[in-house]
């Protein structure tokens, strides 16, 4: 099995997970801001969306640049609408990395500025793993304590949260 055929399930699971944990975020409270220096949630949500648009579609690249996209900066006004977006770009995102062999995993790819000014370089399959997999684990666990202090519903997420039980198989 090659390499991206073991880490798509992965990914695919990942994604699931932050499907339902947007989908936990009432619509009347897309705004809440727990402190001034955080993202309103709505912020923080669609930088979840942009997140796999921005390095999954950039790892298909010789370069990734810091913010391009192809969805707009400004969040769409309801978390549905987020919703919607990254489902249907998701499946494309996710089938383009299918024609990376092994060998274009471990290749390295420059990660720049919009001005050209190279901040770091990791292989295809880092990009993958850290600024895709564990970035978004980072920013939905902000989510989800966000969640909790807007006196919504946690999900579960790899187990049963306070106000879920066992995620559904």
């Given amino acids: 099995m090659s390499s991206i055929e ?9 994604f699931q997970i932050t499907m339902n944990v947007l989908r936990a975020i009432p619509e009347d409270k897309i705004e809440f801001k727990p402190h ?13 969306v942009r997140i796999e648009d921005i390095f999954g ?7 990734i640049v810091v913010g391009e996209s192809t969805l ?19 499946p494309e995102i ?12 471990q290749q390295k790819v420059p990660f720049a500025t919009p001005d050209g000014v190279v901040r770091r370089e990791l292989s295809r399959k880092a990009y993958l793993r850290v600024t895709l997999m564990h970035h978004v684990i980072h920013h939905r666990g902000q989510l989800t ?4 202090l807007m006196n919504a519903k946690v999900p579960s ?3 049963p ?7 559904a198989k």
Wanted: net charge negative; charged share 25%; proline share 7%.
């Fill in 72 to 90: 707009p900066s400004e969040p769409p006004a309801t978390i549905a609408e987020m919703i919607a977006i990254a489902e249907k770009h998701h």
């Fill in 157 to 159: 997420i790899y187990g």
């Fill in 6 to 14: 073991s880490f798509i399930p992965q990914w695919e699971f990942e």
């Fill in 57 to 63: 579609r950039g790892v298909l690249k010789d370069k």
């Fill in 94 to 105: 996710v089938n383009g990395w299918r024609a990376l062999d092994d060998a274009a995993l």
């Fill in 161 to 167: 949260s306070g106000d879920e039980g066992w995620p």
């Fill in 36 to 48: 001034e220096k955080f993202f309103s949630a709505r912020r923080l949500a669609w930088h979840l």
């Fill in 145 to 148: 304590l966000m969640l909790r």
